[in-house]
């Protein structure tokens, strides 16, 4: 199984990213999918998930109202879609393939990251 994240980077306070994570090696329509963070010297944390039967979505309350996660199972793609951010926003950005939903808990497969780096 492979995973991987894209689309990180810096941006000012305020602005927005869009995360991309592709999954391969398993059966991407069946697996509940889910972002977590880690910033410096914190435990990781889960930002957001979406179940793989209904599509429902969960989210931090810290992000709630400005993170969106969203799928595309023809695309084999999970996205999270960051508006508002803010400093406290920064740290690296994982996507989890297999991860419990609504529980967050961390778990299945993961990739190596993207960071996120928002400037005040």
């Known amino acids: 199984v492979q995973v991987v994240e894209s689309g990180g980077g810096l941006v000012q306070a305020g602005g927005s990213l869009r995360l991309s994570c592709t999954a391969s090696g398993l059966i991407f329509d069946v697996v509940n999918l889910g972002w977590f963070r880690q910033a410096p010297g914190k435990e990781r944390e889960g930002v957001s998930c979406?179940?793989?039967?209904?599509?429902?979505?969960y989210v931090a309350d810290s992000v709630k109202g400005r993170f969106t996660i969203s799928r595309s199972n023809a695309k084999n793609t999970l996205y999270l879609q960051m508006n508002s951010l803010k400093p406290e926003d920064t740290a690296m950005y994982y996507c989890?393939?297999?991860?419990?939903?609504?529980?967050?808990?961390?778990?299945?497969?993961w990739g190596q990251g993207t960071q996120v780096t928002v400037s005040s």
């Open positions: 979406i179940t793989w039967d209904d599509d429902s979505t």
């Open positions: 989890a393939a297999g991860s419990s939903c609504p529980g967050m808990t961390p778990s299945g497969y």
